[in-house]
């Protein structure tokens, strides 16, 4: 099973950038399909961008298109999440997840989760 660690969170101010890291660890992520999800109080986990095994095929939530970019580095089994031109409603608390389905990034379903780490942004 592998095991998933979120960092890089923090407050940040409208318009600020931030780049969360998901490092991964007990199995290579070269064999999983990963992606990042966000929960806001009061709502429920939402996808907001997810990406293939090679890299090759990323997909992103509407919200975030153009602003966030998923990214992966399988020789230091690591996922990023760029966050760019940040907004309030941003404010989540944010997760990695990672599944050895190669179709997962399309299907948005994930088996492996990390614990999250707070993003808030202010206006």
């Known amino acids: 099973q592998v095991q998933l660690v979120e960092s890089g969170g923090g407050l940040v101010q409208a318009g600020d950038s931030l780049r969360l890291s998901c490092a991964a660890s007990?199995?290579?992520?070269?064999?999983?399909?990963m992606g990042w999800f966000r929960q806001a109080p009061g709502k429920e986990r939402e996808f907001v961008a997810t990406?293939?095994?090679?890299?090759?095929?990323?997909a992103y939530a509407d919200s975030v298109k153009g602003r966030f970019t998923i990214s992966r580095d399988n020789a230091k089994n690591t996922m990023y999440l760029q966050m760019n031109s940040l907004k309030p409603e941003d404010t989540a608390v944010y997760y990695c997840?990672?599944?050895?389905?190669?179709?997962?990034?399309?299907?948005?379903?994930?088996?492996?989760w990390g614990q999250g780490t707070q993003v808030t942004v202010s206006s």
């Open positions: 990406i293939s095994l090679s890299g090759g095929n990323t």
């Open positions: 007990g199995r290579a992520i070269s064999s999983y399909a």
């Open positions: 997840a990672a599944d050895r389905s190669a179709v997962s990034w399309a299907t948005k379903q994930f088996g492996s």
